[in-house]
């Protein structure tokens, strides 16, 4: 092993890891501007932290809506355009024959099209996803389609099976936004329908489905249908209500997630005059929220405009104004999902989300239900031009992090901009490799880690803040003339189990913090 040491000034010891070293077109539009400030929680100044970056990994799509994979299936990724074909990529390569192509069942128009799609909590082994399009009439449809048994890159027109049909008046608000929460049930999110205010009142009809999120049993149809209704709905049995029903009170709710973690249900309801929501419903939550529209507009009044009744409205976790200044405008929140992969270790946790306008990623810390933190990471750029246009964000097998750009046709992996630490499975007596890149050229790199999680440690004589608990160190070396280096180690059987958090570190710079379980 390697005898403790003062390292730079703070405790920073060597561990037991053997370690050597060598060189190595908008979907949405707002109506008015509202104003600039915010006092309960606006979007933080124009200064992107810029320690994030959007990496292209697929390109030339056509008019992409969302990027998921399958649970149990690391080796693709699934992309729906709203065209209504299932694009797919194994193992970083895009494919040209399309997973599943439903051009010829529904209508790609205004908001309307392929909107959302969602895979079975048990997809490895049943090859079930289910999709929320526009049929050719302007009408919501939500169905199944499967795998093809003999081919995992295809899946099978003919085996759709309609769970619900739901009758749209326009061709905007139609939501879109589908997901599975731990013990198996699909929540849908739906849309008021249009036109702009609400008029006929679907968002707060207990009797319509517009304007609500609803939660099916899928694997247990009862009834007739094709879906059975949970006996923990809330209003199951309540002949004043559809039992489908789980919140209500919804603008147009584009873009929905559950953190399968926690349970906690985030949503991003695109408003309409001059604010923009993210509602939050925790995971312990038993139903019915009604988040208020067409009442009020995040936390003001709309209908009517002053004096509004707020009794029983549960308020948005977040809101932020319409801009209309210089560069950035924000029009339209794109909600997103719970940071839960291994490669950013510092952000597990947050809700990352962005507005279609802006195309700013954006990401809000909670504790206990309540706002902790909120920072501007980057901007997604323009392509020969054109803006992104955020529509929605997605994550891999792993967790990792992804942005779809709706206008340039690119999907975004979202990595560390600068130094940036990757690393293979570390496996007990194997060898594995560390691998940075970005550093100064030709200056020493740190390999530190930690078993005790994260924390804060600032070395004043290296101008740098490590964001480990307890850092020891691995193993030192220096970059190349292209600012690469990489590292070997192979843990010790002592360290069967554990979770280990592995940052490399050099004069006035970090890498990102990477998160592995001992195997």
């Not at 649970?71 to 355009?81: C, E, R, S, T, V």
């Not at 895009?94 to 439903?102: A, E, G, S, Y």
């Not at 006996?231 to 559809?242: I, K």
């Not at 004096?307 to 029009?331: D, K, N, S, W």
Request: include cysteine.
């Amino acid at each position: 092993g390697f005898n403790s040491m003062v390292f730079l000034g703070s405790p920073f010891c060597r561990g037991p890891l053997v370690a050597e070293s060598r060189m190595s077109q908008p979907l949405f539009s707002a109506l008015l501007v509202g104003g600039l400030l915010l006092t309960a929680a606006p979007l933080p100044a124009q200064n992107p932290d810029q320690q994030l970056v959007g990496t292209p990994v697929a390109t030339g799509l056509f008019f992409p809506l969302a990027v998921v994979h399958g649970p149990g299936d690391p080796d693709h990724l699934f992309i729906a355009q709203q065209d209504g074909r299932i694009r797919v990529m194994e193992n970083g390569v895009l494919l040209p024959t399309p997973f599943l192509d439903l051009r010829a069942r529904e209508g790609a128009f205004g908001s309307s099209g392929l909107l959302g799609i969602a895979f079975h909590p048990d997809y490895a082994n049943n090859g079930y996803l289910y999709v929320n399009y526009t049929d050719l009439a302007g009408d919501s449809v939500i169905a199944r389609y499967e795998r093809n048994p003999n081919n995992p890159n295809l899946g099978v027109f003919a085996s759709e099976l309609v769970l619900l049909m739901i009758a749209q008046p326009a061709a905007i608000h139609n939501g879109g936004g589908m997901a599975f929460d731990p013990d198996g049930y699909l929540y849908i999110a739906m849309g008021d329908g249009g036109i702009q205010g609400d008029p006929t009142g679907n968002a707060q009809n207990p009797l319509a489905m517009l304007g609500k999120i609803l939660r099916l049993d899928v694997d247990h149809p009862a009834g007739g249908l094709n879906y059975g209704i949970p006996a923990s709905n809330p209003y199951v049995g309540d002949p004043n209500h559809l039992p489908e029903i789980w919140a209500s009170g919804l603008r147009n709710p584009y873009r929905m997630s559950i953190d399968l973690t926690t349970g906690d249900l985030w949503l991003g309801d695109v408003n309409e005059r001059g604010f923009e929501e993210v509602d939050l419903q925790p995971g312990t939550s038993l139903g019915g929220e009604n988040y208020g529209w067409n009442i009020v507009e995040g936390t003001e009044c709309y209908n009517p405009p002053t004096g509004c009744v707020t009794t029983g409205i549960t308020m948005p976790f977040y809101e932020y104004p319409h801009l209309y200044v210089g560069a950035v405008t924000r029009c339209a929140v794109i909600g997103g999902l719970v940071y839960r992969g291994r490669e950013m270790a510092t952000l597990q946790g947050r809700y990352f989300f962005s507005d279609q306008c802006s195309n700013e990623v954006v990401s809000l810390a909670q504790q206990n239900g309540s706002l902790s933190a909120s920072k501007i990471h980057f901007q997604l750029p323009e392509t020969g031009g054109q803006p992104c246009s955020t529509v929605s964000f997605g994550e891999d097998y792993a967790g990792e992090l992804y942005a779809v750009c709706h206008q340039t046709g690119t999907i975004y992996k979202i990595i560390p901009k600068d130094m940036r630490l990757q690393a293979t499975e570390l496996i007990v007596g194997n060898l594995s490799t560390l691998q940075v890149s970005g550093c100064t050229p030709n200056g020493v790199v740190n390999m530190a880690y930690s078993t005790a999680g994260l924390g804060s440690l600032f070395i004043p004589s290296w101008s740098v803040t490590v964001d480990l608990a307890s850092p020891k160190l691995l193993a030192s070396s220096v970059a190349n003339g292209s600012g690469a280096v990489s590292f070997s180690a192979t843990p010790p059987v002592s360290f069967l189990g554990r979770r280990l958090l592995l940052q490399a570190v050099q004069f006035g710079g970090k890498s990102n913090v990477i998160a592995r379980e001992v195997q």
